[in-house]
């Protein structure tokens, strides 16, 4: 997870969408809490996936689908 006393990028990404394993996420959010330069990085990968996320077009779910929740 750690290069030099970092998280890696990859690792960043799976944080910000919570895939990482639980002690991992653990051991990352611990991190997070005293490094400015991971938290920062994180910051920057949050707000692209925000960016990506406003670009996704939005279908409404067929009648059935809807019906049933």
Same mark, same amino acid.
């Given at each position: 997870? !750690?290069?030099? !006393? $970092? /998280?890696?990028?990859? +690792?960043?990404? &799976?944080? %910000?969408?919570? &895939?990482?394993?639980?002690?991992?996420?653990? +051991?990352? %959010? !611990? $991190? &997070?809490?005293? =490094? +400015?330069? =991971?938290? %920062?990085?994180? *910051?920057? /990968?949050? *707000?692209?996936?925000?960016?990506?996320?406003?670009? %996704?077009?939005?279908?409404?779910?067929?009648?059935?689908?809807?019906?049933? &929740?």
């Amino acid at each position: 997870m !750690n290069t030099a !006393n $970092h /998280i890696t990028p990859d +690792d960043l990404y &799976l944080f %910000a969408l919570q &895939l990482l394993p639980d002690a991992a996420m653990k +051991d990352a %959010a !611990n $991190h &997070l809490k005293e =490094c +400015d330069v =991971c938290r %920062a990085h994180l *910051g920057e /990968i949050q *707000g692209d996936l925000v960016t990506y996320a406003l670009t %996704a077009e939005l279908h409404t779910p067929p009648t059935q689908a809807r019906e049933r &929740l």
